[in-house]
């Protein structure tokens, strides 16, 4: 018997290729990809890893998410069913699922005429990946509209933690080992109208200035460095459409690190590396990668 040979087929598989789970379409299988269909069912899973040693990841819609061509070891969790992506609208409080896909999200916050979610237009994944990683842009950050932040700890006991106890920042929350499953956000009420042009408005400069939503990449690869733009960096060090095998430098979008379909998670750790040395080389800035490596 097995660690999880008690849980049901369609929740537990073995040996799942990864790569078209996420946006980068590379990287090899998981041990076991389990896609629990309740807070009770991940609770299960996720303490018998913790009481067995089994090393536990948690993948949501795979957009800011490179894994290795020899795939990852142990557990991976993927929350993107059941209850662990309801959503319930109450007045101005919004009480979203950490494994509600945040395109759908927004879209809807903004025919519901609830402006706060608008300024992540674009920007792909799931809203516990987005509080992980306090995801946004030049238009603002998730953590502006958290109010609090439902998590399972190791153990498997369920919380809810307030918006300060996460000390947001760019690209940060302390969320420590807590596995994010649902958020309450605080919206403002206002004319629907006026905020799909808004929204649109956010849509299309990106639409017009990055690579397309959905191409082989992870969106932005590094982090920006204090009073600097990354792609800024990298344009500088004439590396706009530079190869490295199967893995490229976006000729639209200097912080986007592409890959031909077929190509090699190697590749792109390649890419990211040389990226970092000839940037810093060039301005005596070392970048740092916003995409998580497995």
């Not at 996420?22 to 990287?27: A, N, R, S, V």
């Not at 920042?169 to 919206?187: K, M, P, Q, W």
Request: charged share 20%.
């Amino acid at each position: 018997m097995n660690l999880f040979d008690d849980l049901p087929e369609n929740v537990c598989r073995r040996n799942v290729p990864l790569g078209p789970l996420t946006w980068f379409q590379l990287g090899g299988p998981a041990d076991y990809l389990i896609e629990p269909q309740s807070e009770a069912q991940l609770a299960f899973v996720v303490k018998r890893c913790h009481d067995s040693g089994t090393p536990l990841h948690v993948l949501g819609l795979g957009a800011n998410l490179l894994v290795s061509d020899e795939g990852v070891r142990g557990v991976v969790l993927r929350l993107t069913q059941g209850d662990l992506i309801n959503t319930v609208f109450e007045g101005e409080h919004a009480l979203i699922g950490g494994g509600c896909d945040m395109t759908r999200l927004v879209l809807t916050c903004v025919k519901r005429g609830l402006a706060g979610l608008e300024q992540l237009a674009g920007i792909p994944g799931t809203v516990g990946g987005g509080i992980t990683m306090n995801c946004g842009g030049k238009y603002g950050d998730i953590s502006s509209v958290v109010v609090s932040v439902r998590v399972m700890g190791p153990d498997g006991t369920i919380r809810t933690r307030p918006r300060e106890d996460f000390r947001f920042s760019y690209r940060h929350c302390e969320l420590n080992s807590d596995i994010v499953i649902g958020t309450a956000f605080r919206l403002q009420p206002t004319d629907p109208a006026s905020l799909h042009r808004r929204f649109r408005e956010i849509w299309d400069y990106k639409f017009n200035t990055q690579p397309p939503l959905g191409a082989p990449s992870a969106g932005c690869i590094f982090r920006n460095p204090v009073g600097h733009s990354a792609g800024q960096l990298i344009d500088r060090a004439g590396l706009k459409g530079f190869r490295l095998g199967s893995a490229f430098v976006s000729e639209r979008h200097a912080n986007f690190a592409m890959a031909d379909r077929g190509g090699k998670a190697a590749d792109v750790r390649k890419l990211i590396d040389a990226i970092i040395d000839r940037v810093e080389q060039n301005s005596g800035i070392r970048l740092e990668p916003e995409v998580k490596i497995w």
